[in-house]
């Protein structure tokens, strides 16, 4: 008997399958679109074209001159394989039919895909994307942005279940997310091995996001003829038709799954995971929806980049009050080993650990769970192999260096950041192990006889959970606690720097220093990109097209990362630099004005005020006037009679204000280094109604050009916080529309409801009650073909307050007994007054 594994997926060539799916047909020409070169078997019966040869006839003499003209055009919009031309709902005149047509042009071929038109509905693609993105806008963490969009994809696309995927670094992937029908189990939480997605479908995902199997039990259809004059066959890699790989066909139906869709989840050009959706029957996602997920994955994709990055930035906001301090401490120090030693402990609060410990000109020191003092020069030794000037870190430091095996019951895993560029010193985190159970979905290691399809086309068959014990690691070492190493490395490299500062002359020390500047100032300002999720908030005019929004979405995000990048530049623009580190806070704090004639810093000069710049904002945001929406900050600039430029930077209507007790990193900043870099002057005054800063650069980094007027931008109001009358409570809502109930779920969350339980009808809800007896209800009348009134009926009979949600004036006319009512549509002000109104509810 032959024996396989899954591995041998990775050698079928699924990019060039021969045949399409059944819910379309193919045709393909040269690359001008003129003379078709080959077909699907099934083109001619798809598209009602009679019984004749295609191949070798000229487009135009099948579907017609205006028809092509109209794809020539699509195709020469395109640009690009993965963004095929589109032609949705488009009439072909001589069938009197409508059809969704695609044509991009790959390897010399253009190749055209038709899909039946469905009845459009009530939402067009744009509505669609706009739903989607606009649901998802003011998420503020990964994991909500992740929970929330499974839901909300389930919700807009219908699919029986909606999960969201993540790959792990050795390929396998967990479900993290997931929405499906109340009937179906859960695979939340369940690991599945690499092999389930091969290597060549991982590249196929990179290259075009959205895969549809309409039928995996369906028929394929082949292309005819299968190779072409030279002998290769068609490749199919950018094609929505493109058939299914019989393996991955019966690993559907091995999970009872008729149809499915992935989105790929691309971030920084990586592959991070999937949304990948479910349906167990038969079902083909029409052209409007695929346009709208694919845009809403390109979204999720930035947003989820954008909060992750604004994540590690709060972390690195809560250390660096640490860091500076701990710098500002080491000034004088001379004895690096023993100054790190004696702050050890606080170290432990910086990254979580069981123990910590530094290595430092061979001595030694330690704190917590660590290895003993004989065991630190190989623990160096091994550190210098792997580091390479960068933080490194393992789960499981006896896998890499057996040596640590007789230490596991003190630690299992470690973080080393080193201390200089030479394999010489080491700060190290410890954590002891952590025994864990993965749940598989199927066991991970299981092989398999050859089956019908041949020694590499036989998937995994059973999906049972299977457990393993996972003994010998820690806890991982997550992204923020390595970006907070990382900030500390940089950090400690200054304080070892230090030592040999003493020592040297002056002129080194300050190339030093603004070397450590420019690397803080980037930072910042790249961090600053985690706002980018804002710009996704403004909406297109109405009728725009699906590729205006795509293209404006991403002028948006090119225009916030060209600011930056004009913030770092050598020299440039006062205004430029003051808008750019403003921009962010317009709709978030209070209001700002800027004013100045037009005025240009050279290199020097601009590196220096955009850190100033860069520190009076931030401090504004987080303590001064732009912390309230009642604050104001007013930025002016003119020429003295020397020239110079004065900027005076007066902050108003925010907290009472005091000088600082000690002087931080920042304020230091601020004070002296314009004095000393330019020979200029700086003074901050911290007045009980607000900071004021006057700055003066030398004539001699200026140059003026014509005077320039800036508007003010508007306050942005900030809504009232709501009452949570429902502090800790149960509740059933019964709501057929998903998004309604999706709404409501939210607002009662907010209310301080702690468990919701939703239900579509009446033989849910009333299955429910026979279970559980929640503290009150919400009752949409309407459910379709049925009323809500059983339900309330059994309400009434277990005492259980209740609200009827309903569009109608009079329930009379739905046969419904009067009740306590509440009018839709509701907002969450209007939810909380009606349910104020019931007994029982504070």
């Known amino acids: 008997m032959t024996t396989v594994d899954l591995t041998n997926c990775d050698r079928e060539p699924i990019h060039i399958p021969g045949s399409v799916q059944p819910h379309g047909c193919m045709i393909v020409c040269d690359a001008e679109a003129v003379t078709i070169r080959r077909h699907s078997s099934n083109a001619s019966a798809f598209l009602g074209l009679g019984e004749f040869e295609l191949v070798g006839r000229r487009l135009e003499e099948v579907l017609g001159g205006p028809v092509v003209h109209e794809m020539r055009n699509a195709l020469a919009r395109s640009g690009v394989p993965s963004r095929a031309g589109l032609m949705p709902r488009y009439r072909l005149p001589a069938l009197d039919r409508e059809f969704d047509i695609s044509i991009h042009a790959f390897k010399g071929n253009a190749i055209i895909e038709f899909e039946e038109s469905v009845p459009a509905g009530p939402s067009s693609p744009l509505e669609f994307a706009r739903t989607l993105v606009g649901r998802l806008s003011d998420v503020t963490n990964p994991a909500q942005l992740i929970k929330n969009a499974a839901r909300l994809l389930r919700a807009v ?14 390929g396998s992937g967990k479900v993290v997310s997931e929405a499906k029908r109340p009937d179906l189990e859960s695979f939340m939480g369940q690991h599945f091995p690499a092999s389930d997605i091969p290597q060549q479908a991982r590249q196929l995902y990179l290259l075009n996001p959205i895969r549809v199997v309409s039928d995996s039990s369906g028929e394929r259809f082949p292309i005819m003829p299968v190779l072409d004059a030279a002998g290769e066959p068609l490749d199919l890699s ?18 009872g799954v008729s149809a499915s869709m992935s989105v790929s989840i691309i971030v920084d050009g990586a592959l991070w995971g999937l949304i990948a959706c479910h349906h167990y ?31 590690m930035l709060l972390a690195a906001e809560k250390a660096r009050d640490f860091l500076n301090g701990l710098l500002s401490s080491a000034a004088h120090v001379t004895d690096a080993s023993s100054f790190l030693g004696q702050h050890l402990a606080e170290f432990r609060n910086l990254v979580e650990s069981d123990g910590v410990g530094v290595w ?16 630190a020069e ?33 630690f299992a895993g470690m973080l080393a950041i080193p201390l200089s560029q030479l394999p010489r010193d080491y700060l190290f985190f410890f954590r002891k192990e952590l025994v864990h159970t993965i749940e598989w979905g199927g066991d991970p290691n299981k092989t398999y006889a050859t089956g019908p399809h041949g020694d590499r086309l036989t998937p995994r068959q059973s ?56 690397q ?220 309604i109930a999706m709404d409501c779920e939210d607002m009662l969350a907010t209310l301080g409801a702690s468990q919701m339980e939703v239900c579509a009808n009446v033989s849910e809800a009333l299955s429910f009650l026979g279970r559980t007896v929640p503290d009150l209800a919400i009752l949409d009348v309407n459910l379709g073909s049925e009323t809500s009134e059983p339900i309330g009926n059994r309400l009434r009979e277990l005492g259980v307050p209740f609200l009827f949600a309903t569009g109608y004036d009079d329930l009379a006319i739905l046969g419904v007994a009067e009740a306590m009512t509440l009018r839709k549509p509701y907002n969450l002000a209007s939810l909380e007054a009606a349910l104020r109104r019931l007994p029982g509810v504070a």
Not at 286 to 307: D, P, Y
Not at 389 to 407: D, K, N
């Open 157 to 170: 696309l219908q699919y029986d279940r909606v999960m969201i995927y993540q790959f792990a670094p050795d």
């Open 520 to 739: 803080e100032l980037n930072h910042r300002v790249k961090n600053i990109l985690a706002l980018i999720k804002s710009i996704v908030a403004h909406p297109l005019a109405e009728g725009a097209t699906i590729e205006a929004y795509v293209t404006s979405l991403k002028g948006r995000i090119e225009a916030l990362a060209i600011a930056h990048d004009q913030a770092m530049r050598a020299s440039g623009s006062l205004l430029d630099l003051v808008n750019a580190e403003a921009s962010p806070y317009r709709t978030s704090g209070g209001t700002i004005t800027v004013r100045g004639p037009s005025v240009s810093l050279d290199a020097r000069a601009f590196s220096v005020v955009a850190l100033v710049i860069h520190e009076l904002i931030t401090n504004a945001a987080k303590y001064g006037a732009l912390s309230v929406k009642t604050g104001e900050l007013m930025v002016d600039w003119s020429a003295n009679a020397g020239g110079d430029c004065e900027i005076v930077w007066r902050e108003r209507g925010g907290p009472p204000v005091a000088p600082p007790s000690r002087q931080g990193f920042g304020s230091i900043l601020i004070d002296r280094s314009i004095p000393y870099d330019l020979g200029g002057r700086s003074d901050l005054s911290f007045e009980p109604e607000g900071v004021t800063a006057k700055l003066c650069i030398p004539a001699k980094f200026v140059r003026w050009t014509e005077d320039a007027a800036f508007p003010e931008e508007p306050p942005v109001p900030v809504k009232g916080k709501p009452g949570r009358p429902l502090e800790g409570g149960r509740v059933l809502l019964v709501e057929d529309q998903f998004i």
């Open 378 to 410: 190989e623990l160096a030794a091994f550190a210098g192999s792997v580091c390479d000037g960068r933080i490194w870190a393992t789960t499981s430091l006896g896998e890499a260096l057996p040596a640590a095996r007789a230490y596991a019951d003190a």
């Open 360 to 375: 430092v000109n061979g001595e030694w020191r330690s704190e917590g769970s660590a290895p003993p003092a004989a065991f």
């Open 281 to 311: 029957s038969p079902r083909s996602l029409s052209m409007n929806r695929r346009i709208a997920a694919e845009i809403f994955g390109e979204f999720f994709a930035l947003q989820l980049g954008a909060l992750t990055q604004k994540q």
């Open 238 to 255: 950018y094609a929505h038709l493109r058939s299914v790989s019989p393996i991955h066909c019966e690993y559907l139906r091995n999970m």
């Open 463 to 518: 999906f049972a959970v299977w457990k393993e014990t996972v003994a010998g690691h820690s806890k991982i070492w997550t992204p923020v606690e390595r970006e907070l190493a990382e900030s500390a490395r940089r950090t400690l490299i200054e304080v070892v720097l230090r030592q040999s500062e003493l020592l040297a002359d002056e002129r080194n020390k300050a190339e030093i220093r603004q070397k450590m500047l420019n």
